[in-house]
């Protein structure tokens, strides 16, 4: 088999085993995302990995440069990266993005064991927004919800651009003008 035939191979079944799990993102048909740990989990990070034109025959680019990955140290990116390459070679020849992920997953608690958050200058203005004492709490104003029927009394209403056709008030405007009046000539 040709490297693009093991690449649409691999590209299927990780398609099938991953449908539906938020952790795993298809950038294109070589470029993956794959996030091990939880959002809210501080130990958490996101593998960026792409596949070079003669993969799996020659390793996958990994990168950790994600935004999400911003709080992460770099000597424990470093860290991460060496442990993954090791796999890379162990597996190399062979398609290996299901073991690299999963092994990440099994293998996070020993990555981050020496993690130690980087406070970054988002981060501190986050905070300072959230407890300075100018910055009250507004509450969203809630938009009124339709019913079923009045939506589609609306829709009816409407023409193929959803807008209102010419005179549709005009009832409501000859009640009200008969309720209150003409002008008086004096």
């Known amino acids: 088999m040709t490297a693009n035939e093991d690449q649409e191979m691999e590209l299927e079944a990780l398609r099938s085993i991953y449908e539906g799990d938020e952790c795993f993102k298809e950038i294109s048909p070589v470029s993956f995302q794959f996030r091990v740990g939880d959002l809210e989990d501080s130990k958490a990070f996101i593998l960026d990995i792409t596949w070079p034109e003669t993969y799996p025959e020659t390793a996958p680019q990994i990168s950790l440069e994600a935004f999400f990955n911003n709080r992460i140290s770099a000597e424990t990116k470093q860290l991460i990266l060496t442990k993954l390459e ?11 993005m299901y073991t690299l992920f999963e092994w990440a997953k099994e293998n996070q608690e020993a990555l981050m064991e020496n993690h130690k958050s980087v406070v970054t200058a988002v981060t501190v203005t986050a905070i300072s927004e959230v407890t300075a004492p100018s910055s009250v709490a507004k509450k969203k104003e809630k938009k009124e919800q339709l019913t079923k029927a009045q939506k589609r009394r609306m829709i009816s209403k409407t023409d193929h651009r959803g807008e209102l056709p010419r005179g549709w008030n005009w009832v409501d405007v000859i009640k009200h003008l008969s309720k209150t009046g003409g002008k008086e000539d004096d």
């Open 86 to 96: 090791e796999q890379v070679e162990a597996n190399l020849g062979t398609a290996m």
